[in-house]
């Protein structure tokens, strides 16, 4: 199974393949809270039907859970809703997850579905525990490993995700008592080489160069757009600004995945090496253009230019095979 075939819940498609023909209108929400038609892609189902939304989460992947408005009967026919929850049970049971229905006192909102997204992405990452601890501190784990976070400030419990914000700075600690600074504020990035170093990597081989790689580019990335935007760009920036957030979801997507057992050995055996072509040189497309702007153009340019080339992994393994067959 290569990257591209990994995905984030593997029970996603079949769900979707159970409603999708019952239903004139499913929208489909990504880990990033993005509008996707990806079923792959997928944690979260919506499905409409007249005023009501009824929303399918696969945020937490041991688990299958339906928000609908208590009032439901309502604005639906009855059997077509005993059919749905039928199917939705049956599912449940083949896949071996909990069947959670979530009742509220009104249809969900579009900033309540945000909240189901964000969770997805940061609450609930495979085989990491929920976010726990202080006030101003906050860990969650794996058997052998712990991504510890100290905040900027409180953290108010009664803030969905708050444990995944204003983060100041990031720790990864083992059972024995080996700990790390991650030099990013990036709780993917973070996640990302604590599972690395969970199946008995390290800081320093090529899978946690990689990692740091990545999230360098997502905070680059990030930075330059703020910058960007500040500076004022003009209208022939405009695709440049496109790839880069194209860029962007591509870093976020990589973490993500890394952070699961399966995705993670998916995506490390097939890893590409990367090669940068030159990139015109832009600082023109913008209408003034300060120090800070200048300092991460050659970062910037590095990975505008960046292309997988997975032939140079492919011949080096090569090589590397007929030299021990020689020997």
């Known amino acids: ?33 993005n509008d996707t038609v990806d079923e792959t892609e ?9 005023a009501q939304v009824i929303t399918l989460s696969l945020a937490d992947i041991k688990s299958l859970k339906v928000y609908y408005n208590k009032d439901i009967l309502s604005h639906m026919d009855q059997a077509k809703w005993e059919n749905l929850l039928g199917d939705l049970r049956s599912f449940s049971s ?15 909102n579009d900033k309540d579905r945000e909240k189901l997204s964000v969770m997805a992405k940061n609450e ?58 991650f030099p990013f504020p990036l709780l993917d990035g973070a996640r990302a080489m604590a599972r690395h170093i969970e199946e008995g990597g390290s800081w320093n081989d090529r899978t946690g160069q990689h990692i740091l790689d990545i999230s360098e580019k997502i905070m680059t990335i990030r930075k330059f757009g703020r910058q960007a935007r500040k500076s004022g760009v003009t209208e022939t920036a405009v695709p440049v600004l496109v790839r ?18 399966r995705g993670y050995h ?3 055996g097939t890893m590409a090496e990367t090669y940068v072509e030159p990139v015109e040189h832009f600082a023109g497309m ?23 080339n997975t032939s140079v992994v492919t011949e080096s393994v090569s090589q590397f095979v007929k030299w021990l067959d020689t020997k």
């Open 244 to 261: 880069l957030g194209e860029k962007l979801d591509e870093y976020k997507k990589k973490l993500h995945l890394m952070q699961g057992a």
């Open 94 to 108: 083949q896949k071996n997850i909990r069947f959670d229905l979530q009742p509220v006192d009104r249809p969900l």
């Open 124 to 181: 609930i990452a495979e085989g990491f525990s929920k976010w726990d601890g202080s006030s101003r501190s906050s860990w969650q784990g794996l058997t052998k490993v712990k991504v510890k976070v100290r905040h900027k400030k409180a953290v108010d419990e009664n803030v969905q995700g708050a444990r995944a914000r204003n983060v100041a700075r990031v720790f990864i600690e083992t059972n024995e008592g080996e700990r790390w600074k």
């Open 286 to 308: 913008f209408a003034k253009v300060d120090e800070d702007l200048v300092a991460l153009m050659p970062s910037i340019e590095k990975i505008l230019g960046e292309h997988e």
């Open 266 to 268: 998916s995506y490390k």
């Open 1 to 33: 199974m290569t990257m591209d075939e990994e995905i984030l819940n593997p029970n996603a498609p079949d769900l979707y393949a159970i409603i999708r023909n019952k239903y004139n209108k499913i929208t489909m929400v990504d880990v990033d809270n």
């Open 42 to 50: 997928a944690v979260q189902f919506d499905i409409h039907e007249g």
